[in-house]
């Protein structure tokens, strides 16, 4: 994949976020589904309108090359495409087909149809897009394509993921304490990414949420003169399976890869699924440290040196370790 690195935020361009975001808005209001419920396919509307943008430059370079050359057109090969990690797209699955669609037709099945076709070419998206768009009427997801198509093809593509990670945060204050599971508001990310300075490497979050560590990662290495796609590798968990999915879309509307683990029996306070103790360059999270009732029996063999709780199992009524939270109250005490 091609990292695309976020742009500085600007008026303009906050003004019609908060456009889309007032449309979207109006989406939930006459759609009366839950925050939950509703957010995954805005945001897969936004990732589709983010894909077509990519697909629509390659495929326009794609034409010109075959034309100046006399080659055989290439327009129509998926390869030519993923090579250079943008989204194939066949007709059905592009926005502008959706977009032509009356109302009179089933959208819904329509969209969803689109987003298994992208799973389908584009292996690593498999099992990641909403396919949920029967939940609406064909009226409320026309009038949602129209407001999403007002992000013009020609906008930087750094743009599609800023607008992503507006909406996240948008969603995530929505639903209240809960989007804290998903979102970490993005002034803390980018401190810990300060400090941390992953600036090369093996990079794991165990908590990953919707993997805005990941994309400030990212954004760090691209301020720092380098390429993040060559520079890091992203390996994430995430418990809730819907988060995960989000996770990785926000990864592919910044052209990034990882693997993230999610949803099943994936549990980080218990499971390692990237075998990442001692094996990881930077490791940054932020944890849900209100959770209670860890197994302390399930960790006791996970404990020590060299494992991956070497300062002592979490307290049962709190997912902070003990030696780690006595540190800390110590240095509170003598602030």
Not at 115 to 126: F, G, T, V
Not at 206 to 228: D, E, I, L, Q
Request: charged content about 25%; proline content about 6%; aromatic content about 10%.
């Amino acid at each position: 994949m091609r990292w695309i690195a976020p742009s500085e935020k600007d008026t303009d361009n906050a003004a019609f976020e908060k456009r889309l975001w007032d449309a979207a808005d109006q989406f939930r209001a006459n759609s009366g589904l839950k925050a939950q419920e509703y957010s995954g396919p805005i945001l897969g509307i936004i990732f589709l309108r983010f894909a077509e943008a990519r697909f629509a430059h390659q495929r326009a370079t794609l034409e010109k090359a075959s034309a100046s050359s006399r080659r055989a057109s290439r327009i129509d090969d998926p390869q030519a495409y993923l090579k250079d990690g943008v989204l194939f797209l066949t007709p059905n699955a592009r926005y502008d087909f959706l977009l032509s669609l009356p109302e009179s037709q089933n959208i819904g099945a329509k969209v969803n149809e689109a987003m298994r076709d992208i799973e389908k070419h584009n292996p690593q998206l498999a099992g990641v897009l909403p396919k949920t768009y029967n939940l609406f009427t064909s009226t409320l997801l026309k009038e949602l394509l129209k407001k999403v198509s007002e992000i013009p093809v020609t906008l930087d593509y750094d743009a599609f993921g800023r607008i992503y990670e507006y909406f996240l945060g948008e969603f995530a204050m929505t639903e209240g304490q809960g989007g804290g599971e998903f979102y970490t508001p993005s002034a803390i990310v980018r401190l810990l990414t300060e400090v941390i300075e992953p600036y090369y490497g093996k990079i794991l979050d165990p908590a990953c949420g919707s993997g805005g560590m990941f994309v400030s990662s990212a954004s760090f290495v691209t301020r720092h003169k380098k390429n993040p796609s060559s520079e890091l590798s992203i390996f994430g968990v995430e418990k809730t399976d819907e988060t995960g999915r989000l996770c990785r879309m926000n990864l592919a509307v910044h052209g990034l890869e990882g693997e993230i683990r999610h949803g099943g029996q994936v549990n980080s306070y218990y499971d390692d699924p990237h075998k990442a103790v001692g094996a990881c360059d930077f490791v940054m999270a932020n944890p849900p440290f209100n959770v209670n009732a860890v197994d302390k029996e399930r960790l006791k063999d996970q404990v020590g040196p060299g494992r991956r709780f070497p300062f002592g199992v979490p307290n049962t009524d709190n997912a902070i370790g003990p030696r780690i939270l006595a540190e800390a109250q110590d240095v509170l005490r003598a602030a």
